[in-house]
Structure formats: C-alpha cells, structure tokens
C-alpha cells in the first residue's frame, strides 16, 4: 500500500451500540500514521434508546458542521454504526459525499440479540424489521460507491454473523474471535487501510 502521491479522504468512522468514538482510537491512529485523517462523534443517546434514523440525522449534521460541501468523504461504520451510516448514505444523501463506505461487523440482516430489548433502535436491528427491510429494498444504490463488509464467524454479537453479508461490494471474512476485537485486530487495521487506499470503484459491484 503507497499512499505518499494520492489524495486521501478524510474517514469519518462510526461506533456502535453503547460505544463512544473512542473505540476507534486504535484504528484511527493506525490510519493517521500512515496518512489518513480521522474523525469521530459520540452518537446520543448509544444505547438504542432512539431510531436509528435520529442517530443517522446527527452524522449528516456532523458531516454539514464538519466538511466543505464538495469534500469527498469515506466513511467506517462498525457493528449498529454500519446500519446508521447505511441510513444516512440511502435516505439522506450521504451516496452523493461518500466514496469508500466499510461496515465491520454490521447487522444489515439483523441480529437475534436484538430481540433482548425493546428499546426503538434494537427493535430495528432485529432480523426481518420493518427499517432493515425498507434499506435492504434499495441497497443497489450502494454500488455507486466502493462498499466493503468485514466480518468474523466467531461474532457472538452479530447472530447469524452471516448477517454482515451483503449481495453487492466486497466481503472480507476475518478469523478475529469477539465482536470488539475486529475494531483492534491487527488484520482488520490492515484491510480497512488497504480498502481506504483503493482506487474509486476498483471491485464496486456493476
């Protein structure tokens, strides 16, 4: 991977359920070593106490408060933070910012731990719902962009973990052994810096 003669995006990267930005702060300074620069935001509230739509509308105003209007951007959601960044790319206009868009570790099929809470946001996490439905119903658009899922078969939060699979973009299945050690592992730093340095449409599903 040379990054030194191209231009990088800015990675805007997106926790998930009861996380805070900082549990990407391994991979951020992994990134920002090598040239990126990265950014973050606390979604509020974490736990699922809101839609995940409501969490989607605080990273479009991040984005707007954050960016000049003709940055492009790419964007890293992990685990409820790909199904959030998912809604802000499909219903509100973040396709038209986005370039490279990595989930890790995503329920984009939905998960059974869900079925725990009946707080709004895991309610549309769990498989079948009325709100992964409705994304799943256009996610052809995604192919406007580079989309990458990164999973692991052993996630005992993601229930099936082939829930991350997505029919489009590029899947890379990694041997990492708990749902947060894929933010930390040492290979998943290495594929989102090689995915993040991958020319625009470079195996975008056509």
């Known amino acids: ?14 926790h998930g359920i009861n996380d ?27 736990n699922g106490a809101v839609g995940l739509d409501e969490l989607a509308k605080q990273v479009a105003n991040y984005v707007a408060a954050t960016f000049e209007p003709e940055q492009p951007l790419d964007l890293v959601g992990f685990s409820m933070g790909g199904i959030v960044s998912r809604y802000y790319l ?14 890790i570790s995503s329920p984009h099929n939905g998960t059974v731990i869900a079925y725990g809470s009946l707080l709004p946001g895991c309610m549309q996490m769990r498989p079948n719902s009325p709100f992964l439905l409705d994304l799943n119903s256009d996610l052809q658009m995604l192919k406007q962009l580079n989309f990458t899922s990164i999973w692991t078969r052993y996630d005992l ?32 730093l290495a594929v989102v810096a090689d995915t993040l340095a991958e020319p625009i449409n470079a195996y975008s599903a056509k």
């Open 157 to 188: 939060m993601i229930v099936p973990p082939k829930s991350s699979q997505m029919p489009l973009g590029r899947e890379v299945i990694l041997p990492v052994a708990l749902h947060p050690w894929m933010l930390t592992d040492i290979k998943t």
């Open 20 to 46: 805070t930005g900082a549990v990407f702060d391994k991979m951020a300074l992994y990134l920002r070593q090598r040239g990126w620069s990265t950014y973050t935001l606390d979604l509020v509230p974490n």
């Open 1 to 14: 991977m040379n990054t030194e003669n191209q231009q990088l995006n800015p990675v805007l990267m997106i």
């Open 90 to 103: 499909q219903r509100l206009g973040g396709i038209s910012r986005v370039q490279r868009f990595i989930t």
